[in-house]
């Protein structure tokens, strides 16, 4: 069992930054892919970027490129998500999510996982 916890989340200004952090924790486990979702009100929850665990490969949601980065820590088995020019379309509950194994040949979609958090609020507002 791995448990996730999410950090960083809170309001904004339109064009500034939030850094989002994810920890997983668990006995014995190893991670093979972590990645972000968001689901805004009224919403599905949407993919916005994964990063693969061994070789660091990544992958970001068209909506997000050039202004997200997802980056990763092994030793503190910990996934960020740096958002940037943040706009108030952007404003949802963001989820992290992890998997142990290559269950899937994609990491951009929900049941490319096993494990989730609890999510954080991200508003971007002035």
């Known amino acids: 069992q791995v448990h996730l916890v999410e950090s960083g989340g809170g309001l904004v200004q339109p064009g500034g930054s939030l850094r989002l952090s994810c920890a997983a924790s668990?006995?014995?486990?190893?991670?093979?892919?972590m990645g972000w979702f968001r689901q805004a009100p009224g919403t599905e929850r949407d993919f916005v970027a994964a990063i693969g665990w061994t070789y660091g490969s990544m992958v970001h949601a068209d909506s997000v490129k050039g202004r997200f980065t997802i980056s990763r820590d092994n030793a503190k088995n910990t996934v960020y998500l740096q958002m940037n020019s943040l706009k108030p379309e952007d404003t949802a509950v963001y989820y992290c999510?992890?998997?142990?194994?290559?269950?899937?040949?994609?990491?951009?979609?929900?049941?490319?996982?096993?494990?989730w958090g609890q999510g954080t609020q991200v508003t971007v507002s002035s």
């Open positions: 999510a992890a998997r142990l194994t290559r269950k899937t040949m994609t990491m951009t979609k929900r049941g490319d996982y096993d494990y």
């Open positions: 668990g006995r014995g486990f190893s991670l093979n892919a």
